[in-house]
């Protein structure tokens, strides 16, 4: 089993971080090992990521165009986290620091179901009633598309209310999202901070490059342009 761990440690160039107590991510050229390995596979190269989440930033608001490496960001922290947890080397540049968590908090797709009668914003609202009441300082949050599946008008007003709350105890993690309320929230709030996926705004295609402290654009009307859509309806 030992031998198991540090082969795929080797695999995926795997590293001892150095360890502290408290909750604190601090990662130099992070990389989702199943990316790296496929990656690796195709010749084609990953994008490292460095995050930065401590006492002072303890919630990062990810924001930027879809596909753009949202998503592929927030797992890699989840993943590469667990993984420590689970007494695994994990894929990190020299100088990364990890912390310990003692709750794992995560909402990434959905529960939608016939059988409870769940529709996809049901078992978003069940899930964060569900973090709301459990979530403290040694919580790991993840959430994605933060407040989506409704009106948006409303799910971003819950979205706000709900992470009030959340920075007030104090989670650590990744929220994605799309609305605009939630990225001057973050602007202006201790504990939380604003970042993005970079994008090559002239090509319009995704640089998988994190940047923290600057809020994304969604790109909606570009990218929709040149998917194909008429121009004179993206003009109407």
């Known amino acids: 089993f030992i031998r198991a761990k540090a082969a795929f440690a080797v695999s995926v160039n795997g590293t001892m971080p150095t360890l502290q107590k408290q909750p604190i991510v601090k990662w130099n050229n992070a990389r989702h090992p199943l990316l790296w390995l496929k990656n690796q596979k195709a010749k084609k190269e990953v994008m490292p990521l460095t995050i930065q989440l401590d006492g002072q930033n303890r919630i990062l608001l990810l924001s930027g165009p879809n596909a753009g490496g949202k998503s592929v960001c927030m797992k890699t922290l989840g993943l590469l986290q667990y993984m420590l947890q689970c007494g695994l080397l994990i894929p990190v540049g020299e100088g990364s620091v990890a912390g310990i968590f003692d709750n794992f908090f995560i909402d990434i797709g959905d529960s939608q179901s016939l059988d409870n009668d769940l529709s996809t914003y049901s078992s978003h609202i069940k899930n964060l009633t569900f973090f709301l009441e459990h979530v403290d ?18 799910g ?53 490059v994190l940047d923290i402290g600057v809020p994304g654009s969604s790109f909606t009307l570009e990218i929709a342009e040149k998917s194909g859509l008429e121009k004179s309806l993206i003009e109407q």
Do not use: Q
């Not at 300082?137 to 409303?154: Q, R, V, W």
């Not at 979205?159 to 799309?178: F, S």
């Not at 001057?184 to 998988?208: H, Q, V, W």
């Open 137 to 154: 300082a040694k919580t790991l949050l993840l959430i994605d598309e933060f407040g989506s599946g409704t009106d948006p008008m409303y």
């Open 156 to 208: 971003s007003a819950i979205a706000e209310a709900a992470l009030e709350k959340l920075n007030e105890r104090k989670a650590m993690g990744i929220i994605t999202t799309h609305y605009a309320g939630l990225k001057a929230l973050a602007s202006k709030t201790e504990g939380l901070i604003n970042g993005s996926m970079r994008f090559d705004t002239d090509r319009l295609i995704p640089l998988y």
